[in-house]
C-alpha cells in the first residue's frame, strides 16, 4: 500500500487551514450532536412520563369501573377507551374509535395471557395523524372477562418534539457554521506569520541579501519564537556566507602572489641562458613557494577537518609532555634568534585530543618567535576542571585594531607582525579550542602579547 492509498492520506493532503478548520467543523458536530441529543432525551422523557402517568391513571379508573359494572369515567382530554371481549368483539369504545379495534390479533392474544399492552399508534416522524399511546389489560368482572385499552393522544407531545428537533437542528447548525468560520479566521491569522516567513525565505532563496522577518517586539508566542528562531539563523547564514565569501577572496589572494612569484621566477630564468648557479637560485626560490603552497593548503585542510567535533579524539595524557612535545620544535630556532624559551605545566593528566593541541600550542610558539621579542614563556594549567595554556612573549603587542579578528582566517596585524606566515595560525588555534569545547583569546599586556587557550578537560 503506497502512502497515498492508506486511510487519511486525503486529509493530510489538505492546507493545514483546511484541516484545523474541518476538524474544528467535525469537533463541534460530535459536541453538537451530543448535546442535542441530551436535550432531546431529558424533554421526551418528562414529556413521556406526563403522558405515562395521565394514561396509567386514566387506565386505573377504567379498570375499576369494568370491574364494577359502573359507567366508565371521562379520561384527560383526547383521551379515548375501548372495551374488548375475549374474541376481540368492541363491547363498549369512545365514538373515535367505535369501528376500529385498537389491537392486534397478536397482541390481543398476549393481552389475554395475562400481560399488561403498552403500545403507541403512529409516529412521529414522518408525521403520521391520530397518534395515539395505549395501554391494554385484562379485568375480570362479574359479566366475565374483558379486556380493557385506555388510550391518550399523542399529537402534543409529538408536536413539542418536532419543533424541538427542528430548533435544535437550526440552533446547531448556526454554532456550527459560526465555529467553523472563527475556526478558519483563527487558523488564517495564526498562520499568517508563517505564511510571511514562507514567503521571506522565498524570497531569500531567490537571492536577496540582508533579509530579516518581520517579527513583532511585544509578542511571546510559539510563532514568534519560530520568527526569532528564523532571524538568527538568516543571521548566522548571512555571516557564514560572508565568512565564505571573504575566505575565497582571501585564500585566491594569498594562492595567487606564490603563483605568481613562482611564474615570474620561471620567466626569467627562460628569458635568456642561465648558468647553473643561477638556475639553482631559482629552483631554491620556486620550492619555497611551492612549500608556502603546501603549508597553506595543509592548513586549510586541518581547518576544514575540524570543521566538526566529531573529529575529536580525547585521550589521557600528561599536560607536561603534551606542553614539551609542542615546544621541543622551535628550541633550536628560539636559540638561533637568541629567544628564551621558558615553559611551566602542571604534571597532571589531562583528557584532550593531542593530536590537534599539540600543533595548536606549537603555533602560538611559532608566532611567539617570529613576531616578539625577549623570551617566550608558556604557562599550562588545571584549575576547576579546565586546562589553560597562556603563551607570552616580550613583542610589540597586537594592534588594539587587530585583536577583535585575530583568530579570523587570513587576518594579518600590521607590519609589526605580519612575515611569511599565511594567516591561518590563530584561526586554527581558534578552530581547535572550538572543537573541544572551548575558547582561545588574544590580548596585550604591558611587556607584549598573550594568546590564552581555554578548555574543558
Not at 38 to 57: F, G, K, S
Not at 165 to 179: D, K, R
Not at 384 to 404: A, I, M, S
Request: proline share 5%; charged share 25%.
Amino acid at each position: 500500500m503506497t502512502p497515498a492509498d492508506r486511510p487519511g492520506a486525503w486529509f493530510r493532503r489538505l492546507p493545514v487551514v483546511a484541516r484545523l478548520v474541518l476538524a474544528v467543523a467535525v469537533t463541534m458536530s460530535l459536541v453538537l450532536i451530543g448535546a442535542a441529543g441530551l436535550v432531546y432525551w431529558r424533554v421526551e422523557t418528562a414529556l413521556d412520563q406526563q403522558l405515562n402517568d395521565d394514561l396509567t391513571a386514566y387506565g386505573r379508573s377504567l379498570d375499576q369501573a369494568v370491574r364494577a359494572e359502573a359507567e366508565l369515567p371521562p379520561g384527560p382530554s383526547g383521551s379515548l377507551q375501548q372495551v374488548l371481549d375475549t374474541r376481540g368483539r368492541i363491547v363498549s369504545s369512545s365514538d373515535a374509535v367505535r369501528h376500529r379495534p385498537l389491537l392486534t390479533p397478536a397482541e390481543l392474544a398476549a393481552v389475554e395471557r395475562g400481560a399488561t399492552l403498552r403500545h403507541d399508534i403512529g409516529s412521529l416522524l414522518p408525521i403520521t395523524s391520530d397518534t395515539l399511546r395505549l395501554r391494554a389489560r385484562q379485568v375480570t368482572a362479574d359479566g366475565g372477562t374483558r379486556i380493557v385499552v385506555a388510550a391518550v393522544r399523542r399529537g402534543h407531545r409529538d408536536e413539542a418534539l418536532r419543533e424541538l428537533l427542528a430548533q435544535l437542528g437550526i440552533a446547531s447548525g448556526l454554532t456550527l457554521i459560526a465555529a467553523s468560520y472563527v475556526g478558519y479566521r483563527t487558523a488564517r491569522a495564526a498562520l499568517r506569520p508563517v505564511e510571511r516567513y514562507r514567503v521571506g525565505a522565498a524570497t531569500l532563496a531567490g537571492g536577496a541579501q540582508n533579509l530579516r522577518l518581520d517579527v513583532p517586539a511585544d509578542r511571546d508566542d510559539e510563532i514568534t519564537r519560530l520568527g526569532h528562531t528564523l532571524n538568527h539563523m538568516l543571521d548566522r547564514l548571512e555571516a557564514s556566507a560572508e565568512r565564505e565569501r571573504r575566505f575565497v577572496a582571501d585564500a585566491s589572494h594569498e594562492l595567487r602572489t606564490p603563483l605568481t612569484l613562482m611564474r615570474a621566477e620561471v620567466d626569467v630564468a627562460l628569458h635568456r641562458p642561465r648558468s647553473a648557479e643561477e638556475l639553482t637560485e631559482t629552483l631554491r626560490s620556486v620550492d619555497a613557494e611551492v612549500q608556502r603552497l603546501i603549508d597553506l593548503s595543509n592548513a586549510l585542510l586541518d581547518l576544514e577537518e575540524l570543521g566538526s567535533t566529531g573529529h575529536i579524539t580525547r585521550a589521557p595524557v600528561r599536560l607536561a609532555d603534551l606542553v614539551d612535545t609542542a615546544v621541543s620544535p622551535h628550541r633550536r630556532t628560539a636559540e638561533r634568534a637568541g629567544h628564551g624559551l621558558h615553559t611551566d605545566a602542571d604534571d597532571t593528566t589531562v583528557d584532550v585530543d593531542a593530536r590537534w593541541l599539540v600543533p595548536a600550542i606549537g603555533n602560538l610558539v611559532d608566532n611567539a618567535l617570529r613576531h616578539g621579542n625577549g623570551s617566550v614563556r608558556i604557562a599550562a594549567a588545571v584549575h576547576d576542571g579546565r586546562v589553560r595554556v597562556r603563551v607570552t612573549d616580550d613583542g610589540p603587542g597586537f594592534p588594539p585594531e587587530f585583536l577583535p579578528r585575530a583568530f579570523d582566517r587570513f587576518a594579518r596585524a600590521e607590519a609589526s607582525r605580519t612575515g611569511r606566515g599565511s594567516g591561518l595560525g590563530l584561526a586554527f588555534v581558534h578552530a581547535v579550542a572550538t572543537a573541544h569545547g572551548g575558547t582561545a583569546q588574544a590580548d596585550n599586556t604591558e611587556h607584549g602579547a598573550v594568546v590564552t587557550l581555554e578548555l574543558p578537560s
